[in-house]
């Protein structure tokens, strides 16, 4: 028989409840959002020493008039802009230039390979230690180019010009003992190809022993600490003790390492664990940039511009006067609780803490089950219990967010308006998703509770969260701490209620222990679940539900004391209540500009030119473009086929534009391989280069002599960045004698301004400049 008794005897309604009451409190705390200062005025910042936001936006400003993506030449004036700057502060700037590539591959043998010239920008302010070029040297690094259809005020300029500021602040204080070595890196806002190339190539990337490394997926908000490569506990000390408000978890580090934007510190860590700098890997991550398009210097937050230029002025100070860590760390797990700041461990304690709550898991099962007499069965209910109880809840929030279709674009809409709308729609909706879930898992608890008991239901989410813990060990170590330490409290506390030692224990005392053992929950296991929201957005609830699943699960005796009236019917009301407000959120979005999607195609085979416009609603101004066309079509003789649907119509061709420059140089056929040499080279200068080879599949290519792909696959594809006009030799390894195409595609920023008809003053949204793309386009066709 199992036992049906409650780890925590019978106790006044009245106790539980200021229980319950506490434990939200510390949930606010824990959730309660930190606020930076306002940065100062223009009229006092020009008299106050340090740190100007003023003069960093002025950079970003010059930075992010316009698109600057690898091989453009916006991306050369931005380069110059950076040299002139530096070389105003009596440095003397060097510009690296390398050419490097990357590839990826899918599951069905596809790849896509990115070959670019990239031309990073380096600086060296020396020290004064005596052989200070040949000891190891702090390194800080920023990106300073942009997507296509982006500005980069924020993923980009931002961080540039915090650097260029906090470059100013240094030569005019006192000289540093450490060489500071600064890179602004180039082609580093989609592959980290600028980071690539020099650590590749550079001396400089072996002297680093300390690495900062600053890149924004967001344009306001506190600057976040989101990685920590090689750090060890010196290094995270030294952080969280001098820099201004820190902020930031291993948790979201692990979130943000999915990002393209986190490679570039892998590739700074470097391959070997024991040789490697510590990187720390800072980033804003508030405020969408909508794909790039909403990354305008109008939104860039002043605040969390200051707060950026802080950090780093604080961190280059202290590190340049600092002996530098020795390498050979793993990584650190850090995290904020309030009132105590930022505490962190070496990775070297993720196992052991692991296994010890896998022990204690053991442990509680035994002492159950000769104690309690709790049955094995009760508590593999009690795990398949807690698994279906938690997939219930998310699908109830899932439910909920499909019966509000407009309720995700209010969120959208809340984090793209001010504080005040951020407060009034976004907070509702994070408080929602938070209580749907709880609400749902509390009141499916109660039922199990009832079926086998509170303790057999306890240790089933125990051994449940257990082998979770060892899953998120072993793949996601940083994230590691939102359930190894409260899982331990509860253990520690059911092994504790259950002794013989405390069997003499008055209500209130076992009360206050169960209390005691729920705070590690609060004040971990919620604000990981806030931050995964903000993360993922209403699109993905199953990170967040599932986290807060684990609160109700790790304090299911506690709430079992209390009556359905004090827990459910509450946390009911509270979730219409949050729904019902985030609902009647402002849904006003401002009016942001949008990058021009138009695209001038002229087309080799065909001798002919179009307009062409991604298959959206027409407006006015585009329609004139397009006055005789229905609807969007596929286009089979201009695209590869499952290319989508397109608007398209006929344009004047503009001679000014040249076709590809193309020959055909060999064609070896009659064995089990074909091998095939073409020669390209762009008349117009093209900063991007676009190769796809369709219907054969590829064994070996190279451009130049040099390899690109060595393995067999189904799909290829090459993009090309600041080629510009030189000859480029392709040699392709195909398998048999088949039949295929090759599509070539030179890709220039702008519209030919000829025949262009003008868009009204006014009119919005405002088109984005240098986003609309003029395409020259050719197809070899090799029977």
């Given at each position: 028989m199992s036992s049906r008794e409650s780890v925590l005897p019978a106790a006044g309604a009245q106790g539980l409840a200021a229980a319950c009451l506490l434990g939200a409190l510390l949930a606010w705390l824990a959730l309660a959002p930190r606020h930076l200062p306002a940065p100062p005025t223009a009229v006092t910042a020009s008299a106050m020493p340090g740190f100007s936001a003023i003069r960093a936006q002025t950079h970003v400003r010059e930075l992010a008039a316009t698109p600057r993506p690898v091989g453009s030449q916006a991306n050369q004036q931005a380069r110059e802009y950076l040299l002139a700057r530096l070389r105003a502060l009596d440095l003397e700037p060097e510009v690296q230039t390398e050419t490097v590539q990357t590839s990826s591959s899918d599951l069905t043998a596809n790849v896509r390979v990115t070959m670019a010239e990239v031309h990073n920008v380096i600086v060296r302010k020396p020290g004064v230690l005596s052989g200070h070029a040949g000891r190891p040297a702090v390194l800080a690094v920023a990106h300073y180019d942009s997507g296509s259809d982006s500005l980069g005020a924020a993923d980009g300029a931002a961080s540039s010009a915090a650097l260029l500021e906090t470059l100013r602040v240094l030569q005019a204080g006192p000289a540093l003992d450490n060489d500071l070595l600064v890179v602004f890196t180039d082609g580093d806002a989609g592959q980290a190809l600028g980071t690539r190339g020099f650590v590749q190539s550079h001396p400089w990337a072996r002297r680093a022993r300390v690495v900062l490394r600053f890149d924004n997926p967001g344009n306001r908000g506190a600057l976040q600490l989101i990685g920590a490569d090689r750090a060890d506990s010196s290094t995270l000390g030294d952080w969280a003790a001098v820099a201004p408000d820190p902020q930031g978890s291993s948790f979201m580090g692990e979130l943000y390492a999915t990002l393209p934007h986190h490679e570039g510190a892998a590739l700074l860590a470097g391959p070997d664990p024991d040789h490697g700098p510590a990187v720390l890997h800072f980033a804003t991550t508030a405020g969408p940039l909508g794909g790039g398009a909403w990354d305008i210097a109008e939104r860039l937050d002043r605040a969390s511009l200051r707060h950026e230029g802080d950090t780093m002025l604080a961190l280059l100070r202290h590190f340049g006067a600092a002996t530098l860590p020795e390498p050979g760390a793993r990584g650190q797990v850090f995290f904020a609780l309030p009132g105590l700041g930022i505490l962190h461990y070496g990775y070297s304690l993720v196992w052991p803490l692991t296994l010890l709550a896998c022990l204690l898991c053991i442990a509680a099962c035994r002492t159950g089950i000769r104690r309690q007499n709790i049955d094995v069965t009760d508590i593999v209910q009690g795990v398949f219990g807690m698994l279906a109880m938690g997939a219930l809840a998310t699908f109830a929030a899932w439910l909920c967010r499909e019966a509000l279709p407009g309720l995700a674009e209010r969120y959208d809409a809340g984090l793209l308006a001010d504080g005040a709308g951020l407060a009034a729609t976004v907070r509702w909706q994070l408080l929602a998703f938070t209580l749907v879930p709880l609400t749902v898992f509390i009141a499916l608890q109660r039922r199990l509770q009832a079926r086998i008991g509170a303790a057999a239901a306890l240790l089933g989410a125990m051994c449940l969260l257990a082998t979770a813990l060892a899953v998120v060990s072993w793949f996601a170590p940083g994230a590691s701490y939102v359930l190894a330490w409260p899982l331990l409290a509860s253990q520690a506390a059911y092994l504790v209620l259950n002794s013989r030692r405390t069997r003499a224990?008055?209500?209130?005392?076992?009360?206050?222990?169960?209390?005691?053992?729920?705070?590690?929950?609060?004040?971990?296991?919620?604000?990981?679940?806030?931050?995964?929201?903000?993360?993922?957005?209403?699109?993905?609830?199953?990170?967040?539900?599932?986290?807060?699943?684990?609160?109700?699960?790790?304090?299911?005796?506690?709430?079992?004391?209390?009556?359905?009236?004090?827990?459910?019917?509450?946390?009911?009301?509270?979730?219409?209540?949050?729904?019902?407000?985030?609902?009647?959120?402002?849904?006003?979005?401002?009016?942001?500009?949008?990058?021009?999607?138009?695209?001038?195609?002229?087309?080799?085979?065909?001798?002919?030119?179009?307009?062409?416009?991604?298959?959206?609603?027409?407006?006015?101004?585009?329609?004139?473009?397009?006055?005789?066309?229905?609807?969007?079509?596929?286009?089979?003789?201009?695209?590869?086929?499952?290319?989508?649907?397109?608007?398209?119509?006929?344009?004047?061709?503009?001679?000014?534009?040249?076709?590809?420059?193309?020959?055909?140089?060999?064609?070896?056929?009659?064995?089990?391989?074909?091998?095939?040499?073409?020669?390209?080279?762009?008349?117009?200068?093209?900063?991007?280069?676009?190769?796809?080879?369709?219907?054969?599949?590829?064994?070996?290519?190279?451009?130049?002599?040099?390899?690109?792909?060595?393995?067999?696959?189904?799909?290829?594809?090459?993009?090309?960045?600041?080629?510009?006009?030189?000859?480029?030799?392709?040699?392709?390894?195909?398998?048999?004698?088949?039949?295929?195409?090759?599509?070539?595609?030179?890709?220039?920023?702008?519209?030919?301004?000829?025949?262009?008809?003008?868009?009204?003053?006014?009119?919005?949204?405002?088109?984005?400049?240098?986003?609309?793309?003029?395409?020259?386009?050719?197809?070899?066709?090799?029977?």
């Open positions: 224990w008055t209500a209130p005392q076992r009360l206050a222990a169960m209390l005691v053992a729920a705070v590690p929950a609060a004040l971990l296991i919620l604000p990981a679940a806030r931050d995964s929201l903000l993360f993922l957005s209403p699109a993905w609830l199953l990170l967040p539900c599932a986290l807060v699943c684990c609160l109700p699960a790790l304090c299911g005796p506690l709430l079992a004391g209390v009556g359905a009236r004090l827990v459910v019917r509450p946390l009911l009301l509270g979730v219409c209540a949050c729904l019902l407000l985030a609902h009647r959120g402002s849904t006003l979005r401002p009016e942001l500009p949008q990058p021009n999607r138009l695209l001038y195609f002229k087309d080799t085979p065909s001798w002919q030119s179009f307009w062409l416009y991604p298959p959206v609603p027409l407006d006015a101004w585009t329609r004139k473009f397009f006055p005789n066309s229905l609807h969007p079509d596929q286009l089979p003789y201009l695209f590869p086929p499952g290319s989508p649907s397109v608007w398209y119509a006929a344009a004047k061709r503009d001679d000014s534009i040249a076709y590809p420059d193309l020959l055909i140089e060999k064609d070896v056929r009659g064995g089990p391989v074909r091998h095939v040499e073409i020669r390209l080279r762009s008349k117009n200068r093209a900063p991007a280069l676009m190769l796809r080879i369709v219907g054969a599949d590829s064994l070996k290519t190279s451009v130049n002599g040099r390899v690109l792909t060595a393995s067999r696959y189904r799909g290829w594809r090459l993009d090309l960045h600041g080629m510009q006009d030189r000859e480029l030799h392709f040699a392709f390894d195909l398998v048999g004698d088949p039949f295929f195409l090759v599509y070539v595609q030179e890709r220039m920023p702008g519209l030919p301004e000829r025949d262009l008809p003008p868009r009204p003053a006014g009119m919005l949204p405002r088109l984005l400049p240098q986003t609309a793309t003029t395409v020259s386009s050719d197809v070899l066709l090799f029977r």
